[in-house]
T-cell receptor
Framework: AQSVTQPDIHITVSEGASLELRCNYSYGATPYLFWYVQSPGQGLQLLLK??????LVQGIKGFEAEFKRSQSSFNLRKPSVHWSDAAEYFCVENGGSQGNLIFGKGTKLSVKP | EAQVTQNPRYLITVTGKKLTVTCSQNMNHEYMSWYRQDPGLGLRQIYYSMNVEVTDKGDVPEGYKVSRKEKRNFPLILESPSPNQTSLYFC????????????FGNGTRLTVT
């Protein structure tokens, strides 16, 4: 069965520090990949997506992610974290089925002042 | 305002009492889907619909039913709720499927006693 692995359940970074959230997907061919963010008590918002082409994708709020087929990874990065980035982040895969989405279990980000 | 509306926001019920959680979108989106969110498990897709009268199972469809009789509505039906269906439920829609950003509702917190 397809799966998305986010190895880090909880990460704490200082405001202004860089951030990398890890994600590994399982689909053998090139999947559709997404990162969504969920602020406390809210629904989810799309940060960025990858379908094909350039392996470095830019998203909203200064986030970017890099697709690496050799590592089956799609890690999310931000050069300088802001306190408002504290939230839960989900890596999501669509692996061939037209409407099926597989979510990772999420990484909760805390930001220290 | 473009939105996905779920009702109710909170629901407490008893085992075996049929219930329906409504979901409506005003954006003329073709794709709609339901998810449940449980601590430590992320979001898991229950059902999705690519268009009117077209529905498919997600990863955890057992114990749930859906219908898509009209484009804007996608109700989630629990014919005989059980305590293991206590969860936070999200409805989402997008213009054409998973390739488009999902718009999420604000969630329905269901407790089954």
């Amino acid at each position: 069965a397809q799966s998305v692995t986010q190895p880090d359940i909880h990460i704490t970074v200082s405001e202004g520090a860089s951030l990398e959230l890890r994600c590994n997907y399982s689909y053998g061919a090139t999947p559709y990949l997404f990162w969504y963010v969920q602020s406390p008590g809210q629904g989810l918002q799309l940060l960025l997506k990858y379908f094909s082409g350039d392996t470095l994708v830019q998203g909203i709020k200064g986030f970017e992610a890099e697709f690496k087929r050799s590592q089956s990874s799609f890690n999310l990065r931000k050069p300088s974290v802001h306190w408002s980035d504290a939230a839960e982040y989900f890596c999501v895969e669509n692996g061939g089925s037209q409407g099926n989405l597989i979510f990772g279990k999420g990484t909760k980000l805390s930001v220290k002042p | 305002e473009a939105q996905v509306t779920q009702n109710p926001r909170y629901l407490i019920t008893v085992t075996g009492k049929k219930l329906t959680v409504t979901c409506s979108q005003n954006m003329n989106h073709e794709y709609m889907s339901w998810y449940r969110q449980d601590p430590g498990l992320g979001l898991r897709q229950i059902y999705y619909s690519m268009n009117v009268e077209v529905t498919d199972k997600g990863d955890v469809p057992e114990g749930y039913k859906v219908s898509r009789k009209e484009k804007r509505n996608f109700p989630l039906i629990l014919e005989s709720p059980s305590p293991n269906q206590t969860s936070l439920y999200f409805c989402a829609s997008s213009p054409t499927g998973v390739a488009s950003p999902l718009h999420f509702g604000n969630g329905t917190r269901l407790t089954v006693t």
